[in-house]
C-alpha cells in the first residue's frame, strides 16, 4: 500500500525512494510485461501514422474538400468512442489479458476487411475499415495505458507510460512511409495506383495483430491494481465512491478531449499544409528531387513555384513524427526529474506560442513551429492520462475507459479546423488547436488544487491522508 509519505511523489519523482522503475512492492520484476505491452503502443502508433497519410489520398481520388476528407478521422475516432466503455467492462470481467487479446482479434478483423473494400471502391468501405481497427485499438489503448502505470512505484507511473508511449512514437515515424509507399504509388506510366495498393499495409496488419495474440494468449500476464488513494474501493460512509467526484479525473477528460483534437488535426493537415503553405523552395533543391532519396520529393504547384509534392509532404510527415519521438524519448527523462504537472504546463503553453507563430504566416519560420509543436505535444496524452487515473484504484480501469473515450476529440474538432482552412487558409486554422492546447495548460498548472480538491477524502497533493 502506498504510505502517505509517498504520495507526493507523482507530484515531483525527486522524493521518490531509490527503487526500480519496473520492481513491485512484493519484489517482482515486471520489465518483460512493459516489453509486450510496448509492442502495442508501437502497433497503434503505425496505424495512426497511415491514418493522416490517408486523408490527402481520399482528397485528390474522390476529390473532397478538407473538411469533407476530414471524415476519415471522424470514423477513426468514432471507433474509439463507440468501444472506450465497453473496452474498460471487458478489461474488467476479462482482466488485462483477455482484453489485450479481444483487441488484436477486432484489429485483425478491420485490418483484413480492406481487402474487399479496395474491390468495393467507395468511401464508405474505406471509413468502416478504419472504424473497426480503431474499436480493436480502443481495447489495447483503454487497457495497456493504466496497466503501464501500475507495473512499478507509482512515483514513476508518468515515466513508464512516457516511455510506453515513446514507441507509439516509433510507430507513427514508420506509418507515414508505409502509407506514402501505397497510398501514392504510381506505374511506369505515372499513373497513381494507390486505390489498388491500399489494403497491403492492412492486410499486413491483420497478420501481425494475429501472430501478437498468440504471443499475448501464452504470456505471463501479473493482473494488478492501482493504489485506491481515495479509498473508492471502501465501504466507508461519507466518502464519494464515483470518479466523477473528483476533479483532477474529470478535467483529464476534458483536457485529453482538446488534446486529441489538436493532435488529429495538426497530424490529418500536415501534408496540406506543406504542400500549399510552405514558401517557394530553391530551383537547385530540385535536382535532390530528380533521383534517390529526394526522388518525387518536388513538384512545380499550379502557382509556378517549386514545392514539396504529396510524397515530399509525407515523408517530411516522418520528420515531424520523429520530432515527436524525440519528444517523448526526453520528456520520459524530464519527467523522472521534474513534476509531471509542470512539465505538462509548460509544454501546452510552448505550443500555444506556436500555433501563433504559424496563425501569423512567417514563412519559414512558421514552418519550423510546426516541426517544433511535434516535441512539445509527444508527452501530453499519457501525462494527462496518468494524472487523471491517479489514486482511482480498481476503478482506474474505468476512469481510463472515460479518458480514451476523450479521443472522440480528434473525430470532432478536425472538421473545424478543416472549416477554418476551406473558408481562409490552413494557417489561420491552426487557431483551432491554439485553444485546446490554452485549456491543456490550465488542467496541468492547475493538477495540485484540482487533485487536492479530493482532499476533503483525506488525501492531499502535499501531504498523506
Not at 482482466?95 to 489485450?100: A, E, V
Not at 486529441?260 to 523552395?281: E, K, R
Not at 474505468?398 to 479521443?407: D, G, P, R, Y
Amino acid at each position: 500500500m502506498v504510505t502517505p509519505e509517498h504520495l507526493p511523489t507523482l507530484l515531483d519523482p525527486r522524493l521518490a525512494p531509490n527503487k526500480g522503475m519496473f520492481v513491485l512492492e512484493d519484489g517482482r520484476n515486471t520489465f518483460f510485461t512493459f516489453v509486450l505491452l510496448i509492442l502495442l503502443f508501437a502497433l497503434w502508433g503505425f496505424c495512426n501514422g497511415m491514418i493522416d497519410v490517408m486523408d490527402k489520398h481520399f482528397q485528390e481520388e474522390l476529390h473532397l474538400t478538407l473538411a469533407q476528407s476530414a471524415w476519415v478521422q471522424f470514423a477513426h475516432y468514432l471507433g474509439y468512442f463507440l468501444m472506450a466503455l465497453p473496452a474498460g467492462w471487458l478489461a474488467t470481467k476479462l482482466g488485462y489479458k483477455g482484453g489485450i487479446i479481444t483487441g488484436l482479434l477486432i484489429t485483425a478483423i478491420g485490418g483484413f476487411w480492406f481487402i474487399p473494400a479496395t474491390q468495393i471502391g467507395s468511401f464508405w468501405a474505406f471509413l468502416l475499415g478504419v472504424c473497426i481497427i480503431a474499436a480493436g485499438l480502443t481495447f489495447l489503448e483503454t487497457i495497456a495505458n493504466p496497466y503501464t502505470t501500475v507495473l512499478g512505484p507509482v512515483s514513476f507511473a508518468a515515466t513508464r507510460i512516457n516511455l510506453a508511449q515513446s514507441t507509439n512514437g516509433i510507430g507513427l515515424l514508420l506509418g507515414p512511409i508505409v502509407g506514402g509507399m501505397f497510398f501514392y504509388s504510381k506505374n511506369a506510366a505515372g499513373e497513381s495506383t494507390g486505390s489498388e495498393n491500399l489494403w497491403i499495409p492492412y492486410a499486413a496488419i491483420g497478420v501481425l495483430t494475429l501472430i501478437l495474440a498468440i504471443i499475448f494468449y501464452f504470456a505471463p500476464m501479473p493482473d494488478i491494481e492501482m493504489e485506491d488513494d481515495y479509498h473508492l474501493d471502501d465501504s466507508m460512509p461519507n466518502i464519494s465512491h464515483s470518479i466523477w467526484s473528483h476533479p483532477h479525473f474529470w478535467m483529464a477528460v476534458i483536457a485529453q478531449f482538446l488534446y486529441v483534437a489538436a493532435q488529429a488535426g495538426i497530424f490529418s493537415f500536415f501534408i496540406n499544409y506543406m504542400t500549399s503553405q510552405v514558401p517557394p523552395v530553391p530551383a537547385s533543391w530540385n535536382v535532390l528531387g530528380e533521383s534517390g532519396w529526394f526522388g518525387g520529393w518536388f513538384e512545380i504547384h499550379p502557382d509556378g513555384d517549386l514545392g514539396f509534392s504529396n510524397k515530399g509532404a509525407s515523408n517530411l510527415a516522418s520528420f515531424g513524427f520523429l520530432c515527436f519521438l524525440i519528444g517523448r524519448f526526453t520528456g520520459s527523462a524530464i519527467l523522472k526529474k521534474f513534476a509531471a504537472h509542470k512539465v505538462l504546463g509548460f509544454y501546452s503553453a510552448a505550443c500555444v506560442v506556436l500555433c501563433l507563430l504559424v496563425f501569423a504566416k512567417l514563412g519559414w519560420v512558421s514552418v519550423v513551429s510546426v516541426f517544433v509543436i511535434y516535441f512539445f505535444m509527444s508527452i501530453m496524452f499519457p501525462t494527462i492520462f496518468a494524472l487523471g487515473i491517479f489514486g482511482l484504484g480498481q476503478r482506474a480501469k474505468k476512469a481510463s475507459s472515460f479518458i480514451v473515450m476523450a479521443i472522440m476529440g480528434g473525430a470532432i474538432l478536425p472538421k473545424l479546423m478543416g472549416h477554418v482552412a476551406d473558408n481562409y487558409d490552413l494557417s489561420r486554422g491552426f487557431i483551432v488547436p491554439m485553444f485546446c492546447f490554452a485549456v491543456v495548460a490550465v488542467y496541468g498548472f492547475m493538477w495540485p488544487r484540482l487533485s487536492g480538491s479530493a482532499g476533503m477524502h483525506g488525501v492531499s497533493t502535499s501531504q498523506g491522508h
